[in-house]
């Protein structure tokens, strides 16, 4: 009854969804230190910024340094955000970059708000964001935000994204990431739209990318992991939020995801004491309690001495 | 694929493990309020207080004065948790209390540590202390700590919980409470063990009880649910907490359960905004944030206007 892909790959976006909206900016030395922190974890594919423009999002500014700066070794991959043309001139200027990952929203009013086009301009253009990207040298994933909910409009009909997920494939992307940009979907909504994609586009590959902001962010993962998605956008220590939702959390924690699917004998290809480290090492960094678990309580397999007093 | 029970009964157990490691006492008139919050929130199945000794749990001191000032009707059933025969007597003088749920431990050195004896004692035991509940008039239902792993000796065979099951069933206790103690659980784990108690006993009912402690409570409800697991233990906001996790939530919240059960369609029978209010209540009793997310964020039928520059 519980089964799913019996290896998953890990999809890192700490960096840039877990920081974009944080208001204490980290140096550079920092950031460079988180990824060394998930490299030396086996995190192969790293988002590890986003080329926006700095005065929205100031904590990103230093994307170029940031990329260039990293040293790594050839598997690991390293991808940024690109919302635009702009982004992706500045990401095929970024020698040591393997990927962008552009974005646009399911519902119009998100893209909108988000990159100030409907859904059908962005989708529009995405031939031509994939023909600058390749040019380029850039391998290319899309993240379709609000894939479950958009928190202006409500439902998001499926049907859009099914037929954003046609275009998408068509393009030869790597891979689609679903994204419940703030923490709408359940189970059974993650689980018929992930089935309702592979029965439309049998050849697209899904990222399952999951907000917590209402608790079910690992629910999901788990609905969607028993669908069949096999790759999982996660943010270390479960850094993120979201403007709507003072206190709630961001994006699944890494080492809560990885936790959870070693449990069930599922590979990551992931050092879980090493993904704890990062999250403790980005606490130390922001200086509040991230809402991690398992960074709080170690592994399950971790046993104590006797001496508890409590009931269940 | 993603299928279950289509209707639910939460098992409210905030006020009493939710509260027993707080360290700040709350007033009796306090703990009143927040009963008279789930009651009009909807729930029927409310874990008030423990008969354990106030020397261990000082907290639940008040025990008696709670349950006999709680003003219900009655449709709603107050529980309190009994370690012993002892805690039995004390419950037995509560005219307003309707059941008891003796707790024992799967593993026997958590049945130690908790209440000082091997589980196959506690067990030997049990058809004592149902025979005293009864005298009473009380309904019974068991509450099996360490389900799913032991703090202590880490994993715990599935006989052990079978062979109690077994007992459990042929004394007719109301149901049975599977419980992750300190959040040991795995999605995977529960299922297995859901279906081989199913296999072995099948008629007893079921309740799941999950700790959030490594993230996965909602995962793991989930999984118990699709095995047709139709009882949820839960606490308002998440409060609780383990010893040995500092930082680490309680129980699932019931607000985030509820929240996500909804969504799906399934039945609970209470006012997911009363609950809201419940935790935000709690909350503002001990002064410090607590870690459902429900009650940050709010559902996600609630829209906001346009205006976010988030990406995804």
């Known amino acids: 009854m519980i089964k799913g892909p019996g290896v998953i790959r890990i999809y890192e976006v700490g960096l840039r969804d877990g920081l974009q909206i944080q208001k204490k900016?980290?140096?550079?030395?920092?950031?460079?230190?988180?990824?060394?922190?998930?490299?030396?974890?086996?995190?192969?594919?790293?988002?590890?910024?986003?080329?926006?423009?700095?005065?929205?999002?100031?904590?990103?500014?230093?994307?170029?340094?940031?990329?260039?700066?990293?040293?790594?070794?050839?598997?690991?991959?390293?991808?940024?955000?690109?919302?635009?043309?702009r982004g992706i001139e500045r990401a095929a200027k970024c020698s040591n970059l393997f990927g962008v990952s552009i974005v646009l929203s399911a519902s119009d009013s998100h893209n909108i708000s988000n990159i100030r086009m409907k859904t059908s301009e962005s989708l529009a253009k995405l031939p031509v964001l994939f023909a600058a990207a390749r040019s380029a040298g850039l391998i290319v994933r899309v993240e379709l935000a609000t894939s479950f909910g958009c928190p202006f409009e409500g439902a998001v009909p499926i049907e859009r994204i099914i037929d954003i997920a046609r275009v998408v494939y068509d393009l030869k992307a790597d891979h689609l990431a679903l994204a419940d940009t703030t923490g709408m979907a359940d189970p059974m909504?993650?689980?018929?739209?992930?089935?309702?994609?592979?029965?439309a586009v049998p050849g697209l590959k899904l990222s399952g990318h999951f907000h917590n902001t209402r608790g079910a962010g690992m629910a999901n993962t788990l609905a969607a992991w028993q669908a069949g998605v096999d790759i999982f956008d996660a943010s270390f220590g479960g850094l993120g939020g979201c403007p709507f939702?003072?206190?709630?959390?961001?994006?699944?924690?890494?080492?809560?995801?990885?936790?959870?699917?070693?449990?069930?004998?599922?590979?990551?290809?992931?050092?879980?004491n090493e993904l704890i480290k990062t999250a403790q090492k980005a606490?130390?960094?922001?200086?509040?309690?991230?809402?991690?678990?398992?960074?709080?309580?170690g592994p399950a397999s971790k046993l104590h001495n006797l001496g508890y007093e409590g009931n269940d």
């Open 25 to 85: 900016i980290l140096t550079t030395d920092e950031k460079l230190a988180l990824v060394k922190s998930l490299i030396k974890a086996g995190c192969k594919d790293i988002q590890a910024t986003s080329f926006v423009h700095p005065r929205l999002v100031p904590q990103l500014a230093d994307a170029e340094e940031l990329i260039q700066n990293t040293e790594k070794p050839e598997s690991v991959r390293l991808w940024a955000l690109v919302p635009n043309e």
């Open 189 to 199: 909504l993650v689980a018929q739209r992930v089935q309702a994609v592979h029965a």
């Open 245 to 272: 939702a003072p206190g709630a959390t961001g994006n699944v924690a890494t080492e809560d995801m990885v936790h959870m699917f070693h449990q069930m004998g599922v590979e990551t290809h992931t050092d879980l």
């Open 283 to 297: 606490q130390a960094f922001f200086g509040f309690e991230l809402p991690g678990q398992v960074m709080k309580a």
